[in-house]
């Protein structure tokens, strides 16, 4: 069986990229820093998949920690064949002068620092086995700006450089590198951003289908499950009635 490592696996994309590769036959490492989230879906999936899982908690951020327990896996999860770096985050929405530099660097350490960090931690192990698959989870806003995304948006920008440095650099290793970039996908996304504001994060998505988390994990699998020559690089992913970042048909 092949192993995925999914970060920020406790809701939305990462929950259900994790559903969909342990029902792929995968075994799966999931991590967040909501722990009795993990655990509950750490039971979940066992009992429903003929799945082993691995749940890690710690906070992607934190560059000491996510080295420790990634750099310590049973040995039985060192060959890790997939690694989706999900795990992220937007907080607010206001033009840069009214903005909240401790939102700014939520963002930047997570969005940015945070997929850093774990792909040095998990890179070496493909690079030692010659193969892989690492896939970015990064965003329209990565490839269109709109107002009040400023930081939000420079994250996403960010990482797409990454992406396609890190398919240069891990060329030489068969491992191949990619980006799923979608529009708006309706979790708890949203949410974060308006810092637990219900009514402002469900107007989000009013009056459009928005995007289900499954939908994203579903091309995840298309990617992942191609045959070894073949690597899906790019892909941005958007809701029928979406066509740019701040373009929604709402009825
Ligand atoms: P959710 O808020 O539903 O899920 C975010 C996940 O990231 C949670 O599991 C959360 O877990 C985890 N996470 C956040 N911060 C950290 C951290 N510091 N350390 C570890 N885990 C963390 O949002 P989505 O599923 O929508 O977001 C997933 C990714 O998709 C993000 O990178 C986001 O930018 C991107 N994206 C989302 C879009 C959307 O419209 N929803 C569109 C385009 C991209 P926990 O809180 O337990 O740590
Ligand atoms: C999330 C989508 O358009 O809110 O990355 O930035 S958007």
Redesign the pocket.
Known sequence: MKTALI?????????ATAERLAAEGYNIII????KD??LEFSGYLKNAYPAEVLPLC????DFGQTGKILGSLPVTWQDIDVLVN?????AGLEPLDGGQPDDWQ?MI???IK?LLYVTKAIAPLMIARRKGHIIN?????GREVYAGGNV?CAT?HAVDALTKSMRMEFLPYGIRVSQV????????????RFKGDRKRADAVYEGFH??E?AD?ADVIAYMVNRPPHVNIADVLVLPAAQAGATMIHRT
């Open positions: 970060t920020g696996a406790t809701s939305g994309i990462g929950r991590t967040g820093r909501r989230r993990l710690f906070d992607v951020c999900n795990a992220g985050l937007a939520r350490d997570t969005n945070g989870v990064g965003s329209i806003a939000y996403k970039a979608p529009g708006a996908v309706e979790t708890e996304f949203s949410l974060v928005p995007l988390a994203i």
